[in-house]
Structures are given as structure tokens and as C-alpha cells.
């Protein structure tokens, strides 16, 4: 079984890893994690942990594809895009504090998105997950954002969401949300919480969500 990193002796440890996942023009620093200057592909290996501590990759970073229950070790900054779709994962505690890309975390066990960047540079795509929540989820998504596939019924933070398609099909919000044009979602998303639009059951105050989209001329 690989060593967590905390049970590393040497450089030579470290090496044997990067060898192992070809992982390349890598420099080791003083507290024993590493910078990547280039990709990380660590998919489809077996995982149920990520092998060795990161801590910026100037590339992709993609993990997808294995048994990982934890985000621990992963790169604090990611200057690429960031993927760890289909693995085991509760939780995105661990995840990178900064993406320059798109942000996938598809196909795990989420219930909510608490851990994530604050900000995200591409797409978020957090589909097939079993959320109900989307507290955790960047304030800000320069690219389009991907729900579909949870059982989320209620937008419990404001999020705004700069890319073309906001996806919700498959989910249990109130058909008259997923009947909204995209510009609509658009302001629902990123206001709606301020207009307390939702019920707790997820029902509608239709004259609220009336009013949202008056206020803004839509």
C-alpha cells in the first residue's frame, strides 16, 4: 500500500511516487510536498487517496475515475483545471483553494459543496452527486454551471454564474424554476436568496420571484 506522505523519510520516497505516476518536472520543497510544472494525471490508478502531497500544479490536475474518499494532498493551487469526477468523496474539504479552470467533482457522494474554491475560472460541473445544498459552491463561476442529476430542490446562496448554460435537469426544483429561461436563472441564482424566494419545502413564493425579475427588467 503507498504511504501517506506523513510517513515519508526521504527524498527518495518522494522520487519513487513521481516515478511510479509520471508525475514529471517536479521540484520538492522544505515541508515534503511538491510543485508540478505540467499535468498531473493520477485517473483511473486504484486510488483511495492521492499519494503524495501537492502543492501547486501549473497544469491539469485530474484524479477521476478511482476510489478516493479523501481530497487530502491535493494541490492548494491548480493553475489548470481540476477534476476528480467519479471517486467516493463526501466532502470537498482538501480541495484547492485557487483553479484556473474548469472545476469537476461529478459522480461522488456530495450532499452539499462545502470546501470549494471561492472562485472558479471555467465550468463547475457537480453533477450525479446527491446534493441538497449548494452552500460551499463558488461565489463566482466564470464559466457555465452543471447541477444535473441531484436532488436538490432550493438555491440556499447566491451564486453568479458568467458562461452561457446553467443545467438543472433531473433535479427536484419546481418546474416553474426549470421552465426559467437562462437569463432568468441567471438572477434567480445570484439573487434569489436575497428575495428568500425559496420555502423550505421548495416551494415558490411566486410573488417574490415575480418581483425579482421587475426589479431587474427581466
Known amino acids: 500500500m503507498i504511504k501517506l506522505f506523513e510517513q515519508f ?9 513521481c516515478e511510479k505516476y509520471k508525475i514529471k ?7 515534503g510536498s511538491i510543485d508540478v510544472d505540467g ?5 483511473r490508478k486504484a486510488l483511495y487517496n492521492i499519494p503524495i502531497k501537492f502543492n501547486k500544479v501549473n497544469g491539469d490536475f485530474r484524479c477521476t475515475d478511482n476510489n478516493i474518499t479523501s481530497l487530502e494532498n491535493c494541490p492548494n493551487e491548480v493553475n489548470g483545471d481540476f477534476n476528480c469526477n467519479n471517486n467516493n468523496l463526501t466532502t470537498l474539504e482538501g480541495c484547492p483553494i485557487r483553479v484556473g479552470g474548469m472545476f469537476g467533482c461529478s459522480e461522488n457522494k456530495l450532499t452539499n459543496l462545502m470546501g ?9 460541473h457537480c453533477s450525479n452527486n446527491e446534493l441538497t445544498s449548494l452552500k460551499g459552491i463558488p461565489m463566482i463561476i466564470g464559466g ?12 440556499d446562496t447566491s451564486i ?9 435537469r433531473l433535479t427536484n426544483f419546481d418546474r416553474k424554476i426549470k421552465s426559467l429561461s437562462q437569463d432568468k ?3 434567480l ?3 434569489g436568496v436575497d428575495y428568500d424566494i425559496f420555502r423550505k419545502d421548495g416551494s415558490i413564493n411566486d410573488s417574490r420571484l415575480e418581483r425579482l425579475f421587475k426589479d431587474f427588467n427581466i
Do not use: A, C, M, W
Open 39 to 43: 499535468d498531473v494525471y493520477l485517473s
Open 116 to 124: 470549494s474554491p471561492e472562485r472558479v475560472n471555467g465550468y463547475f
Open 144 to 155: 457555465s454551471l452543471f447541477l444535473l442529476e441531484n436532488p436538490i430542490s432550493i438555491i
Open 160 to 168: 453568479r454564474v458568467n458562461g452561457d448554460v446553467i443545467n438543472i
Open 25 to 31: 518536472n517536479y521540484t520538492i520543497n522544505p515541508d
Open 185 to 187: 436563472l441567471k438572477i
Open 9 to 17: 523519510n526521504n527524498e527518495q520516497e518522494i522520487r519513487e511516487i
Open 189 to 191: 441564482f445570484e439573487h
